[in-house]
């Protein structure tokens, strides 16, 4: 099992920036990839990025340029730097850790205002 608990989100101008971090814990040592999805309201959950515990990173189109994700084993953190955000970049925002079974952790949402 593992537990995952983002912080971070909140509420941001159009053009700032906002940290996201999520830490792990639990069974840590069987985590390969660490990610983040996102979900705005009436749309699906969609990824917007992932890192892979030997650091090979997939991004979004969305966030290419924008948002920087990074990992640190030692701690089982990933962390999301957001910058030139958008309104289209609000959603809630969910870590996820893949075993070969994926985590979820509760969300936190982001707020873009135009």
């Known amino acids: 099992q593992v537990q995952l608990v983002e912080s971070g989100g909140g509420l941001v101008q159009a053009g700032g920036s906002l940290r996201l971090s999520c830490a792990a814990s639990?069974?840590?040592?069987?985590?390969?990839?660490m990610g983040w999805y996102r979900q705005a309201p009436g749309k699906q959950r969609e990824l917007v990025a992932r890192i892979t515990r030997g650091g090979s990173i997939n991004y979004a189109n969305s966030a290419k340029g924008r948002f920087t994700i990074a990992r640190d084993n030692a701690k089982n953190t990933v962390y999301l730097q957001m910058n030139s955000l958008k309104s289209e970049d609000t959603a809630v925002y969910y870590c996820?850790?893949?075993?070969?079974?994926?985590?979820w952790g509760q969300g936190t949402q982001v707020t873009v205002s135009s």
């Open positions: 639990g069974s840590t040592f069987s985590i390969n990839i």
């Open positions: 996820n850790a893949h075993t070969g079974v994926s985590y």
